[in-house]
T-cell receptor, first 111, second 115 residues
């Protein structure tokens, strides 16, 4: 069974703090995506990482793809209440149309 | 309208009812998907359509019946559902169904409750 494990499942921190969430698998992916889902809405794509070791920045969010393309991390600097939501990672296999999603990290930022 | 639109946003149905979920995309994408999102479980892929043809059925029970009349519209027909089918049903689209580096564009979902 192909699995993407995300940790932690839940995270509640104070505004202004930094945090890192993780996405791990035993499978090698051709690329990996991160989505954010707000309550009552569908997931919205934040970033796609393709190359092992790749680092991408989106304002205060830093995404890293593991060297072996099996894992990824998302680091948020100086978290704000607007960062609240469910963060999902999704691994893509180049050999098929298959994409698998992790179960997500639910992030809550307290003002 | 732009993006992916799903209707209705909320649906409560009895186990003997028949209802349909509708999805429409205005992005010119060729692939459309149905996903099921349950609490504490990963998003589950249900069906994939590429250029109106079904390319994947992820062992979904026959009480869920998809229909894709064209590349812009996708339906999910529901009948004799069970309470465990209660979930958020998400429609998504992408340019193609192979290695969508541009990602999926999701609708806001239909929150389904089976009573």
């Amino acid at each position: 069974t192909q699995l993407l494990e995300q940790s932690p499942q839940f995270l509640s921190i104070q505004e202004g703090e930094n945090l890192t969430v993780y996405c791990n698998s035993s499978s090698v992916f051709s690329s990996l995506q991160w989505y954010r889902q707000e309550p009552g809405e569908g997931p919205v794509l934040l970033v796609t990482v393709v190359t092992g070791g790749e680092v991408k920045k989106l304002k205060r969010l830093t995404f890293q793809f593991g060297d072996a393309r099996k894992d990824s991390s998302l680091h948020i600097t100086a978290a704000q209440p607007g960062d609240t939501g469910l963060y999902l990672c999704a691994g893509l296999y180049s050999s098929a149309s298959k994409i698998i999603f992790g179960s997500g990290t639910r992030l809550s930022i307290r003002p | 309208e732009t993006g992916v639109t799903q209707t209705p946003r909320h649906l409560v149905m009895g186990m003997t009812n028949k209802k349909s979920l509708k999805c429409e995309q205005h992005l010119g994408h060729n692939a459309m998907y149905w996903y099921k999102q349950s609490a504490k479980k990963p998003l589950e892929l249900m069906f994939v359509y590429n250029f109106k043809e079904q390319t994947e059925n992820n062992s979904v029970p026959s009480r869920f019946s998809p229909e894709c009349p064209n590349s812009s519209h996708l339906f999910l027909h529901l009948h004799t559902l069970q309470p465990e089918d209660s979930a958020l049903y998400l429609c998504a689209s992408s340019q193609g169904d192979r290695d969508p580096l541009d990602g999926y564009t999701f609708g806001s979902g239909t929150r389904l409750t089976v009573v």
